[in-house]
């Protein structure tokens, strides 16, 4: 089932356009790693498709419905994206809990005490109850990311947006992430990941895009992408890739 | 010496009534400043072009002109377009019109420090701009303030002296009035300096233990 | 009718702005020697003038301007206002200027010192040729804000009897028999506001020429 539907997307910042044109599919349950080099307009991309970043040129569907049209309930539309960031950016005044379920009182309307059932649950499923009444600034930059994934899970979206969710961890912490992000693939959360981490999308993507200077160049899976990709750029990215982090570190799915 | 004590003895009833009326002015104007200063703050870094143009105005003109002309103006200058205030309420006007000029500076910096990945979070959770400046700006916001907002507090507390000049029975005017009826001038004004030092002193260590209670945990209040 | 008493009595007005500047750069000069004493006190000095230092500073800020204004003005015999306002303005000015000073004193690095000591410099010559040549430099940002709160609280010298800007207003609106408040206060306060804008200007200035390289323009405010 078609879940999700990117057109033509087209965004310049200044002199600079970032995207030229992109267009790409995702079904439901899937999910797309996409890849490339830094500056390419992989984040933009992404936030053009929940409109934190309205595109100058193209349009986006969530289920047939139309995100980008300005008449679209645009609020109500986020409620149904999950989106990681890169910064974590967790409510730095609210509580591990407090974060996860302030979406579900204040978007959704919930209850208090049914939003923090919801909430403890997703805590429990990143693995971070016993952390539910710390601070942001009390925790690990791993466990922020996660419960940053919790607050996206607890609004229970059709899909969820992760931009560079492990480019700001200490080395150690990635894996914790990663495992989390299996496990929500496996479960059968469609997803959309941009990341540099090749272990994790040769695990769980179920299509590569890569992306360069604002377009899509290839995109596969991932089986025919890393081992016989197509376009001579592509071949060179991974590479290089390749060079600087090894083939992946080896993740346990 | 002693003689001095009897002196400070008999004044002490007038100059507490005195202290009383400061303390009162004091809380009106901290009352009305903070939120007219806030309401100003955010028509700056929110608002649409008129709203901002309204609110730096204000601003500019507050800031850039002396707390007692102001007061003078209100007091003695709006009789003469038939806007007669007492001049209690003059004062408050005055000063709290005042300080709320400063404060929406204090305010606008410390929204413009929560970092701009907290507003986009919200976004992507479904709230509104409304929302996310209410639940997730402003509570952070409010925090970074208080340093910036507990010194202001106390200079407002020393600049409430100036409403002894349209005749507002506060400490300062007392202390005038014991001087004029005792010509012991010096000594009046010695004691009322040690009652402001008390005031003002009392009141920064009570905004420091404030400051620490309010602290989210992890952060340094800055 | 009233307009025309303006526009004959703006001389009289803009010799009180004059007067006003002259109290402004009197006091402001005792503060900067007495601040830079008091500062250079209380980072260099033994424990006895630390205390002092800070006892100074403690009474000159926690005690409100015109309590001040007063003390000395009725403190002292035969003393002019506008002495008495100089001095309470300067002492009060020097205890805010000592926080600027120490500020950018304790800004500097400790290496700055043991380098010149290295080379010979006995404690005064170091501070004098190093420290302060570097210390005045990264104030000029600070000294923008205390500037324009000093020219502002010239006005207060009104209440012991200074006849600068403020008073001469009070003088002609008693001359109108308060009809021309509104008006007089109005043109008192923009001729205050031109002041403080023009004095704003011309520090900015200041502060670009004076500039170390290197070191960037502190952000003021907060």
């Not at chain 2, 507990?150 to 005749?167: D, H, P, R, T, W």
């Not at chain 3, 007063?70 to 002495?83: E, M, Q, R, V």
Request: with cysteine; glycine share 8%.
């Amino acid at each position: 089932m078609l879940l999700l539907r990117v057109e033509d997307i087209h965004k310049t910042y200044g002199d600079l356009e970032v995207l030229k044109g992109v267009s790409f599919t995702v079904q439901k349950g899937e999910t797309k790693v996409i890849i490339g080099p830094s500056g390419t307009g992989k984040s933009t991309l992404l936030r053009c498709i929940n409109r934190l970043t309205p595109p100058d040129k193209g349009r986006v569907w969530l289920e047939g419905v139309e995100v980008t049209h300005t008449k679209s309930r645009i609020n109500k539309l986020r409620a149904q994206i999950g989106f990681v960031f890169q910064d974590f950016n967790l409510f730095s005044h609210l509580t591990a809990l407090d974060n996860v379920r302030i979406g579900l009182v204040k978007v959704k309307g919930l209850k208090k005490d049914i939003a923090t059932k919801l909430a403890m649950r997703e805590l429990e499923r990143v693995g971070l109850r016993d952390k539910a009444n710390a601070y942001p600034a009390q925790l690990s930059g791993g466990q922020q990311q996660r419960v940053s994934i919790a607050r996206a899970l607890a609004m229970d979206p059709k899909l969820i947006l992760f931009d560079e969710p492990t480019s700001a961890l200490d080395p150690e912490l990635i894996g914790e992430v990663l495992t989390v992000m299996i496990s929500l693939a496996k479960e059968g959360m469609t997803m959309v990941v941009v990341s540099h981490e090749m272990g994790f999308a040769r695990a769980v993507a179920d299509e590569i895009i890569f992306m360069e200077h604002g377009v899509i160049v290839e995109q596969g899976p991932p089986q025919q992408l890393f081992v016989s990709p197509k376009h001579p750029r592509t071949k060179e990215f991974l590479q290089k890739i390749t060079e600087l982090y090894g083939k992946g570190k080896e993740v346990r799915t | 010496m002693t003689d001095f004590f009897h002196f400070a003895q008999s004044s002490l009833p007038s100059l507490l009534a005195g202290t009383a009326v400061t303390l009162q002015l004091w809380a009106w104007c901290m009352l009305g400043g903070t939120i007219l200063g806030l309401l100003l703050a955010l028509g700056r870094v929110y608002g649409n072009r008129i709203v901002y143009a309204f609110s730096t105005g204000y601003i500019e003109l507050f800031r850039g002109t002396p707390m007692l002309v102001q007061m003078l103006f209100i007091y003695f200058g709006l009789p003469n377009i038939g806007i007669q205030l007492s001049s209690l309420v003059a004062a408050s006007m005055a000063l709290g019109m005042n300080t709320a000029a400063y404060q929406a500076e204090y305010f606008r910096a410390a929204i413009r420090s929560v970092k701009a990945g907290q507003m986009e979070a919200a976004y992507a959770l479904g709230m509104s701009k409304i929302q996310a400046i209410f639940y997730i700006v402003l509570p952070q916001a409010l925090r970074i303030v208080i340093p910036s907002w507990s010194n202001e507090a106390v200079l407002l507390l020393k600049y409430s002296s100036i409403a002894f000049a349209i005749g507002v029975p506060e400490l300062m005017a007392r202390a005038q009035i014991i001087g004029y009826t005792t010509f012991r001038f010096f000594d009046a004004f010695l004691i009322t300096a040690f009652i402001y030092l008390m005031l003002t002193t009392g009141l920064a260590q009570l905004l420091d233990i404030l400051s620490e209670k309010l602290a989210i945990p992890g952060q340094e209040v800055r | 009718m009233i307009y025309r008493t303006i526009l004959e009595e703006l001389p009289y007005l803009l010799q009180g702005a004059l007067v006003a500047l002259e109290l402004l750069f009197a006091f402001i000069s005792l503060g900067f020697f007495v601040g830079m004493a008091i500062a250079i006190m209380r980072v260099y000095g033994n424990r006895f003038l630390t205390l002092l230092a800070v006892l100074f500073e403690r009474f000159f800020r926690g005690v409100p301007a015109v309590v001040l204004l007063f003390l000395f003005f009725y403190g002292i015999h035969n003393i002019s206002p506008f002495t008495a306002a100089t001095l309470a303005l300067g002492f009060r000015s020097a205890a805010y200027q000592s926080q600027i000073f120490r500020g950018a004193i304790e800004a500097i690095q400790s290496g700055q010192m043991l380098a010149a000591r290295a080379l010979g410099m006995g404690r005064f010559k170091a501070i004098w040729c190093i420290i302060l040549p570097q210390a005045l430099r990264l104030a000029i940002g600070a000294w923008s804000n205390e500037f324009a709160s000093e020219l502002k609280d010239t006005s207060l010298a009104y209440t012991i009897g200074v006849v600068e800007l403020l008073r001469r207003a009070k003088y002609i609106v008693s001359y109108t028999y308060g009809n021309g408040a509104l008006v007089v206060y109005g043109v008192c306060a923009l001729m205050y506001l031109v002041l403080v804008r023009t004095g704003n200007v011309v520090l900015y200035r200041l502060e670009d020429k004076f500039a170390i390289p290197g070191f960037e323009r502190r952000e003021k405010g907060m």
